[in-house]
Antibody, heavy 121, light 107 residues
Framework: QVQLVESGGGVVRPGRSLRLSCAASGFTFSHHAMHWVRQAPGKGLEWVAIILYDGSDKFYADSVKGRFTISRDDSKNTLYLQINSLRPEDTAVYFC??????????????WGPGTLVTVSS | DIQLTQSPSFLSASVGDRVTITCRASQGISSYLAWYQQKPGKAPKVLIYAASTLQSGVPSRFSGSGSGTEFTLTISSLQPEDFATYYCQQFKSYPITFGPGTKVDFK
């Protein structure tokens, strides 16, 4: 079955960097666009970034553009999120999410359990 | 950017009630809309995509409708396991956006 497992979260000081990883299994990773979605404590869902199935294009939320970089390594079935210049407002659970497309309509159908990033001095 | 609003923000209901949640988009998004359910401490789960298509394995008491700028998620007969927070999401254009959520709680 589809499995997504995030890692790399932790407590980080403001201004530092962090790289999150997401190990994917149970499906053909290279066939799917992949997303990062985050959720601050007690808040709603915030979409962060997408990388297309072939890595040809990437899009970001305005709040992270220029600081976050999404990438993938299909040989390792792994998705990454490089986070630079961390801010307290980046504190959140970060979810790795698979996109499926049916009849040209998309959905985020498989989610990892999330990894918590806490930005604090 | 396309903004999504949801109403109500909070809803108190009883088992067996019919529940309707509305999602409105700041501009037309055709049927590029999905609905998710999230329970505390868990990852979200997709219920509906393409505005009205039920995701495989989701109970038929959930249904979605709408197109353009106004969408609804309906639970025909609320079950104990349905008490959760519900989010809409648009895929029409980047950045992808979520609605602020509707929490369904016990009356």
């Amino acid at each position: 079955q589809v499995q997504l497992v995030e890692s790399g979260g932790g407590v980080v000081r403001p201004g530092r960097s962090l790289r999150l990883s997401c190990a994917a299994s149970g499906f053909t990773f290279s066939h799917h666009a992949m997303h990062w979605v985050r959720q601050a404590p007690g808040k709603g869902l915030e979409w962060v970034a997408i990388i297309l199935y072939d890595g040809s294009d990437k899009f970001y939320a305005d709040s992270v553009k220029g600081r976050f970089t999404i990438s993938r390594d299909d040989s390792k079935n792994t998705l990454y999120l490089q986070i630079n210049s961390l801010r307290p407002e980046d504190t959140a659970v970060y979810f790795c999410v698979r996109e499926v497309v049916v009849y040209a309509r998309a959905a985020l159908d498989s989610w990892g359990p999330g990894t918590l990033v806490t930005v604090s001095s | 950017d396309i903004q999504l609003t949801q109403s109500p923000s909070f809803l108190s209901a009883s088992v067996g009630d019919r529940v309707t949640i509305t999602c409105r988009a700041s501009q037309g998004i055709s049927s590029y809309l999905a609905w998710y359910q999230q329970k505390p401490g868990k990852a979200p789960k997709v219920l509906i995509y393409a505005a009205s298509t039920l995701q495989s394995g989701v109970p038929s008491r959930f249904s979605g409708s709408g197109s353009g700028t106004e969408f609804t998620l309906t639970i025909s007969s609320l079950q104990p396991e349905d008490f959760a927070t519900y989010y809409c999401q648009q895929f029409k254009s980047y950045p992808i956006t979520f609605g602020p959520g509707t929490k369904v709680d016990f009356k």
